[in-house]
Structures are given as C-alpha cells and as structure tokens.
C-alpha cells in the first residue's frame, strides 16, 4: 500500500510527510508519481526527491529554504544536521502578478454586530482599559484592579483553581464565593495592562511606547482609558496625548473618547491618587456602559493575521486557511495585517512583487534590511528563528518557517507597509513591522488596530489579547482535540483530505463573523488570557 506526501510544488525537490513514512514502501506524491522512502520519514518532516549533493539547493513551495551541507540519499529524512538556512537573494524592482483571488461577492452585503465609535471605527468589544505610562505604576493599576474587577462582576472569584484549593486545605467548597452579576452590562470588561517599560532606555524607546498606548486606547474596542502617571518618566503624559491627537486627526479632533489621567507625584499619597481615579473612572464606566452593537459591514473589519507554535503543517492547512479568509475581507473592503518580519525572511521578492506601488517595496524591503542588521549587530541572525519546537515538528530553516508563515497573507494586492506602533491606514492587506514573538507581535497588531485576530498554532499556544478576540486555529485534528481548551477552529482536515481550504476557510469566516459579533467568546477570552507585552525596539526574533 502507497504512503502519501505532499509536493507543495512542481518545483519542489523535498516532499512533506503527512504521516509517519516507512523506508521501503512507495510514497505516492502529485499526479501519481512514486519515491521510496531510504529511511523513516516522521510527519511533517521532509523527504528528499533525488539524491543531494553539499552546496545544492533545497526547494519548497517554488523557492529557495536551504541549502545542503552534507550528502542526502535520495528518500532520505531532511535535518538539521544535512541542511543549513539559505534564501534567494531579492530587489525592490517589482514584478507584479495578478493571482487570482477569492470571490468575495456573496461577502460585501454581510454584516457583524459592532460597536459603533464616534471616529467610524467599529468595535467588535467594548473594553474600558487602565494602563500605566511606567512600570513605577504598575503596583497601583494592580490595585485598581483588585479594587474594581471583581466587584464590578469582571473577576473569577469562582474558578474552580480558587474551589480546588479550598478543597486541599480541607474547606467545603460550598465556601466559594458566588458569582457576581456585572454591573454595566454592556461594558465586556476592564483591562488593566502592565508593562515594564516607560523610564530608562532611549527617548525612541519613550516614543514607541506611547504610540502603542495611544493605538489601545484609539482602539474601536476601547471606550476610554484611565492612565497612571508617576511624573518623572520619559513616557511623558503630553507624548501619549500627542500621539493619540495625531491618530485622532481629521476624524475626531476633540478627542472625545474619554482619557482620564492621574500623576503620582502631583496627586501627593497613593490614598489620593487611586481614590480620584477609582472615582472617575466609575463614572465614565456608567458612559460607556451605554454603548449598543449595531450591524456594520465586513469592511469594518480589521484582521490580524498571527501564528505562533507552528509546526510542519502550518503552511498545508490553518496558514492557507487564514490566507483565503484575508482575500476574502479584503476583496469585501476590510483591512488585515501581516506582522512578524523574521518569519517573512526568504520571501521577500514575493512579497515585494505583490506591492501596488514601488515606495510600499522600498519601504518593506528597508524595514527588513534595518531588523536584520541589528540583528546582526548582535551576533544573532534570522535563522536563529525557529524554536526547538518548530524544528522538532518540521521547520528546520527560518525559510521553511517563513515561506509557510507567509501563506497567512493569501494573494492579495499589498496596500499598505507600516512600521511599529503605527496604525493601520488603508483597506486590503498591510505589512506591519514586528518581532516574530507571538505575544510582542499580537500587541502591536491588536495596538495597530485590528480588531479580530486569527492565530494559526500546530503545537498550541494559549495567546490571548486584552482587547481583541484572538480565534485559535489549529493545523492538526490531534491537537485540536488534546488542547480543546485552547483550540477555536481545527484545520486538520485539510491534511487528511477530508476538506478543502476554500470549505475551511468559509467555515472559519462564519466563526469569525459570530465571534465579531460577540455571539461566540474565544477560548482566550473564556479563560482570560490576556497578553500584552510591548516591544522595546531591538532585537526580538
């Protein structure tokens, strides 16, 4: 009996196993062609078509991944030990291709049910946010939290970790404390965001963290914010409020999302400080709480197209999967983002020939050249990229990683290039500057804007977002069933020919449409999973 692999090119000279492949029997591959196995092939591995040589080239999905260091046998397993990473090199001169995307007609006359802002931004929740401009307050964002969260009804004064302990120091757990009912109902929560940053470091540092504050709190998802100042830091209160006049330019140029700041070293005692704050923000609490969703369309969308331990069916299944939904919102109007920047390293041209203007591939491609540059500067590299993890399930070449990761991008025109922390600006598909760390990345894009993130895992990762759902994709079945709690959507069945990408992509639009509408919660947001860790410029790969 045939075992079967996966040429993702005619091009290719490697196949993808998509179960364990035994040396012996034939591998069954494209159009009826055959190779044997010289060795055990693990899943999600790869398998050499021909016998290579040290200084050949290795080929996947038609481009360059690496290059061979050490003899292959034909059928051979593709390691680490025998291969090294190696792309193509690249030019800003486009040349562009017209690949044929979605249809997304029976899309552009559906709808979400949003939250609508005075900017004409739409929300998909509606979050009062409180953050510190320095780590200095974090300890009094924490107690505003402990003052107001629980009491509020947002806490989880039940959890059944809370009940658990209760039983092991030989309390009943009818002890528990019941659930509170909220008391703005239309409020989804109050997240309190700490961070290690705001004195210290370089005044770009200083700047940068403002621009992101000021993104979260121009978020559609945010009502308003209450910001703890100290007084003294770089992250000066007049930076943050410059940047989020800058954002609200031409739109809204009074500001009129509440902003309610409260500095330390004016306010005297910390009694003083946290009870006007606490005050204050109760009140605008009862404002907020006002707010009702209203039908908006799909171009209200913003989609942050994120994955994070990903393994060798990433870029087979939940990575196309996430790509035909981004053709499909923008084709309808909407906007998605395209972050991680190590991880499109080897696939630059391509890239590059899907920019619709010459300044947008000049601009990608110096972004790129200045990370790894200081990426270099400190002895580090791009192909330093993937994980233990990564490489254990199949990506054993930062190329690898990217040119699977890339596929979250679908085939649209590129609209847009932006760095970090700047904010999302055009409809279609943008290219954001960030660190391949899920959780530093998910918080640029989330502070750039988007207001749902799809998140492509083949190992699992619990990543959530304080502001954003963040819809979990799974590249296998078997994950998706050994980490349900985790797990929003499973995309396995592309890999077991049991659904097409198109069938899948669909059935995740439908998801992602009921969970904007906040018909469906997210496991993150069930569990409360909300990360949110700024990127402190330099090198984070």
Known sequence: MSQVALQLDARDNVLVALATLEP??????????????????PAKQKMALAALQPGELIVMYGMVVGEVVHPIAQGGLVTTSNIRHRTAAYTTRRSPSQAATPDSTQWKNRTFMGYHRAD?????????????????????????????EEELGYGRANSAYRRRVRQLIGRESSDAEPVRSKIFPNLDGIR?????????????????????????IHHPNVAGATVLSLGCQNAQTG???????????GVDPAMRKPVLVFDQQKSGTESALLGRAIDETFAALADANRAQRAPAPLAALTVGLQCGGSDGFSGISANPTVGYVSDVVAGAGGKTMLSEFPELHGVEQELINRCVTDELAERFASLMQTYAARARAVQSD????????????????????????ARKGGVSPISDVIDYPEYVRRSGLTLQCTPGNDVESVTAQVGAGCNIVLFTTGLGTPTGSPIAPVVKISTNTALAQRMNDIIDFDAGPIVEGKATIADCAEKLLELSIAVASGERLTHSEQRGQVDFIPWKRGVSL
């Open 24 to 41: 012996g029997a034939p591998v069954l591959y494209g159009s009826g062609q055959t190779c044997r196995p010289a060795e055990t092939i």
């Open 120 to 148: 004409g931004q739409v929300g998909t929740r509606n979050y009062w946010i409180v953050l510190p401009l320095v780590f200095c307050e974090n300890r009094n964002v924490e107690q505003m939290r402990d003052a107001l």
């Open 192 to 216: 309190f965001l700490t961070h290690q940053l705001g004195c210290g470091g370089t005044r770009q540092d200083a700047q940068a963290l403002c621009g992101l504050l000021a993104g979260y």
């Open 239 to 249: 930076l943050l409020l410059e940047q989020l006049r800058a954002l609200d330019s």
């Open 382 to 405: 791009f192909a330093f990229n993937p994980s233990a993890g990564n490489i254990r399930d199949g990506l054993i070449t930062d190329a690898i990683k990217s040119a699977g990761a």
